[in-house]
């Protein structure tokens, strides 16, 4: 009998691929264990066991397997099941989903070694000058890699030449699967045993009379093996004792001590003892039971309370029940930064059952948690991380809580799966019967039109906690001001006059302009020529720090010009603002204050966020400028006030949702002031106080805003009444795009009519060298999903079997916002 599985590849292919394995491998391999296996000519991936089998494939011979890579699963069986729904939800492969869930490291590459063919006699004047050189490096070095050959020839494409000496036999290529996981050992020494007994270790210590700085050590061992009771490290014994490694190097050479080495985890909790959690007020007693109570009768329920009302510390008691019951918890949180405060507070509380998850961790650390999870450890009863957290490996979820689950961080736009995690953790608490709380001071429209239809449950705090009041939120109009002549740079004499008074109160400022650099255009006054990036249809943005030119889409620089490349005039001029120019007229104006600034450019290291939040919480800095990220949950006891520099650009953005985000975006911010005793004070500028929106930020009228948007949404069949999936098409020819988009839109027309918009160009039509047309096809809810996603799937068949269009890239984006 022949024995198969089928195995995901992480790649984006359609099917699964099919593979023969022995009787004795089919015995021990199961769903979720690595296989490295080859495909194509030369390729070797690592790929996951999907399924075991005794059906031999029909169109193709099963090619054997490579190695086995695992002795027990590494992905389970809820997980696969999440990333099949995943892979049909968001119309994507299953590969994608897999090179998206699993760490880097646990998807092994093979490298291209190249070494000299011994069967073949070579004539060396037959060889060019490149190729001379790799034959003569191969008379040194039995194989080279690729970036070796790179590096002999001084060029990036070394590829044409290889492919020359494989026609004349002087090399051949080989693939080498190499593992990128590298388990951490710690060093530690303990006694020989050969001085266990009294009279030895007598006769030891009289013997290093002679060298004191050996006996030292041997004393340093005994104290802290005294004090601690634990294993001692070669670390802390040279601390203790002073001596050098050398001498530790000695004693172990003479077999005094005995050194061995124990795996350890890159990240672990220093703190000292839990903090029991804080007491709740009525509010939020209030708000806990009801929670508890609708955890009874619905899955996922809605926590809507104002900034600053202390929804975390309800979460903190939500999540000692579910551990005390012996579950895990995931936390989800937006952003990165976010996650600084949010450990500390918690491993106060829990201690070493809290795991962080997130992309600035290093790939080591982020398998560290994953083989914990595995292991069941006790480490990781409480994960925080990012959206990605979403694929780790649970075994027994209780709680999912999605803290600030209107914030557009959730969704994955580039590369594939694009999934939303907060519609993603509903799917995946079903897997485990556990119950997601989303947590908001600002819901996101769905949300909170799902909980109005009992969809979900909704608890709403409306105190913040204290009982300080909500900021004094003031609307500037800068028209009139500059009208008046009364701004200096960007900064009304209204926001001067009040920075001055926070600052001299020794309060803390924040100011929040959307736009990071230091001016997004830099135009030439003569002839009114603006740099323009040669990849995408967009200008440069000017950063002063660096003193050059920056696209924000493709990252291509140049240096500030001096003259206009145009017309070699020297008259140049920057036009609009970023945080960096908030910052130089800060420093102008108050030249005697610390400014720090928040955004990409500042926060790009690992610890990047943490200082800046420490310096700014340790009161370091006086006034922080900053992007979104400003906006997401943090907690600042000191801020009185907050400027938002100019609300109108998120305002008048070409989305159906720019409405409802530009008020969650500045709610948000303004929650940032008086969070502890003292009223805070919010200056909005604006050339427009009277829109809409702007009033219903400063009056704090969430619900005026969800009727106004809802009423919209139904009239131009946007969500939550209508599904939207967002195709679009890419390629370096402008009129390939042209004629491909079309012909799509034409056959989508046939089946859903009057329901697809476009093809239509964004407002950036090109980034990095690609043309971009987008159609936007909208699904009304008693259309099936299933069976819409069936007919787009047939239409992309046929557009693929046309070979003009094969080269045309074509993304599904499902529920796009």
């Known amino acids: 009998m022949q024995y198969y599985i089928d195995v995901i590849?992480?790649?984006?292919?359609?099917?699964?691929?099919?593979?023969?394995?022995?009787?004795a491998e089919y015995e021990f391999l199961k769903p979720g264990m690595r296989v490295s296996v080859p495909f194509g000519k030369t390729k070797i991936y690592t790929g996951l066991v999907s399924l075991s089998h005794y059906n031999a494939p029909l169109v193709y011979e099963a090619k054997p397997i490579h190695q086995i890579l695992d002795d027990v699963p590494i992905v389970l069986p809820k997980q696969l099941e999440l990333w099949q729904w995943i892979s049909s939800y968001y119309m994507c492969t299953i590969g994608e989903v897999m090179r998206a869930a699993l760490p880097n490291a646990f998807i092994l590459e093979s490298e291209t070694l190249i070494s000299k063919n011994t069967l073949q006699e070579i004539n060396e004047c037959d060889l060019k000058d490149d190729e001379f050189l790799i034959y003569e490096a191969l008379q040194h070095q039995s194989s080279l890699k690729i970036n070796d050959v790179s590096d002999i020839l001084d060029k990036k494409n070394v590829l044409p030449v290889i492919k020359r000496l494989l026609e004349k036999e002087v090399v051949v290529i080989t693939q080498e699967v190499y593992e990128k996981y590298i388990p951490k050992y710690v060093r530690y020494v303990k006694l020989h045993a050969n001085f266990l007994l009294k009279e030895e270790l007598q006769k030891l210590l009289e013997?290093?009379?002679?060298?004191?700085?050996?006996?030292?050590?041997?004393?340093?061992l005994f104290s802290i093996s005294v004090k601690t009771k634990k294993p001692v490290k070669v670390k802390d014994l040279l601390n203790e004792s002073g001596a050098s490694s050398t001498i530790i190097k000695t004693l172990i050479d003479k077999l005094i001590l005995e050194e061995y080495h124990i795996q350890s985890d890159r990240i672990e909790y220093k703190g000292d003892k839990k903090v029991a959690s804080k007491l709740l007020n009525e509010y939020q007693v209030n708000a806990l039971n009801k929670l508890r109570k609708c955890f009874k009768?619905?899955?996922?329920?809605?926590?809507?309370?104002?900034?600053?009302?202390g929804k975390t510390e309800v979460y903190v008691k939500l999540i000692e029940d579910v551990i005390e019951n012996g579950k895990q918890v995931l936390y989800l949180l937006p952003e990165i930064a976010l996650t600084t405060q949010l450990v500390k507070r918690l491993q106060n509380y829990f201690g070493e059952q809290v795991a962080v998850f997130h992309s600035k961790y290093t790939v080591h650390e982020r398998i560290e948690v994953w083989?914990?999870?595995?292991?069941?450890?006790?480490?990781?009863?409480?994960?925080?991380?990012?959206?990605?957290?979403?694929?780790?490996?649970?075994?027994?979820?209780?709680?999912?809580?999605?803290?600030?689950?209107?914030?557009?961080?959730?969704?994955?736009?580039d590369p594939a799966p694009r999934y939303h995690a907060r519609d993603t953790t509903i799917v995946l608490a079903k897997l485990f019967n556990a119950k997601v709380l989303l947590g908001s001071a600002t819901p996101s429209l769905e949300s909170y039109y799902n909980a109005k239809k009992n969809k979900y449950d909704l608890v709403e705090i409306k105190q913040r906690y204290n009982n300080v009041m909500l900021p004094d939120i003031e609307l500037v109009d800068i028209k009139d001001k500059h009208k008046r002549k009364r701004m200096k740079g960007h900064f009304s004499d209204r926001l001067i006059e009040e920075i001055t008074i926070a600052l001299e109160e020794g309060h803390q400022v924040i100011l929040f302009q959307n736009r990071r650099g230091y001016s997004p255009i830099v135009e030439c006054n003569t002839c009114g020529h603006s740099p323009q990036c040669p990849n995408c249809d967009v200008s440069l943005t000017y950063h002063q720090y660096r003193s050059q030119l920056r696209c924000?889409?493709?990252?291509?620089?140049?240096?500030?010009?001096?003259?206009?490349?145009?017309?070699?005039?020297?008259?140049?001029?920057?036009?609009?603002?970023?945080?960096?120019?908030?910052q130089a007229e800060v420093e102008l104006l108050f030249p005697k204050i610390k400014v720090g600034r928040m955004d990409l450019d500042t926060t790009r290291g690992k610890y990047g966020y943490e200082k800046i939040i420490t310096a700014f919480e340790q009161q370091e800095i006086d006034l922080l400028v900053g992007t979104q990220m400003l906006t997401k949950g943090l907690d600042f006891g000191n801020v009185k006030l907050v400027g938002i520099m100019n609300a109108d650009s998120t305002l008048n953005f070409p989305d159906f949702r720019a409405h409802e985000r530009s008020f969650q975006l500045m709610l948000q911010v303004s929650g940032r002031a008086g969070r502890s005793k003292k009223r805070g004070k919010v200056l909005i500028q604006t050339f427009n106080p009277y829109h809409n929106i702007l009033q219903q930020v400063s009056t704090n009228s969430y619900e005026l805003m969800f009727k106004e948007q809802l009423d919209d949404r139904y009239n131009f069949k946007y969500p939550p009444f209508y599904r939207l999936i967002k195709i679009t098409f890419k390629h370096r020819d402008y009129n390939k795009v042209n004629k491909a988009s079309e012909w799509f839109g034409k056959s989508l027309r046939q089946t859903f009519k009057i329901n697809v918009l476009g093809p239509e160009f964004p407002p950036i039509s090109r980034i990095r060298n690609l043309y971009h047309k987008n159609i936007l096809l909208k699904i009304p809810h008693e259309q099936s999903l299933i069976k819409t996603k069936a007919v787009i799937l047939k239409i992309n068949t046929s557009f693929k079997a046309i070979s003009d269009f094969k080269s045309v890239r074509v993304v599904f984006n499902v529920d796009n916002y």
């Open 297 to 309: 009768n619905k899955d996922t329920v809605l926590l809507h309370g104002v900034t600053s009302s």
């Open 552 to 582: 924000h889409y493709c990252g291509y620089t140049i240096a500030m010009q001096q003259k206009c490349l145009a017309c070699n005039a020297v008259d140049i001029d920057s036009k609009g603002f970023g945080t960096e120019q908030i």
């Open 371 to 413: 083989n914990n999870l595995l292991k069941v450890s006790d480490k990781t009863k409480i994960v925080i991380g990012a959206r990605s957290a979403i694929f780790l490996p649970f075994t027994d979820l209780g709680l999912i809580i999605v803290d600030e689950e209107h914030e557009q961080s959730f969704k994955q736009f």
């Open 9 to 23: 590849l992480p790649i984006p292919i359609e099917k699964l691929f099919t593979y023969s394995i022995t009787k």
């Open 207 to 220: 013997s290093l009379k002679k060298a004191p700085k050996q006996r030292d050590v041997v004393m340093a």
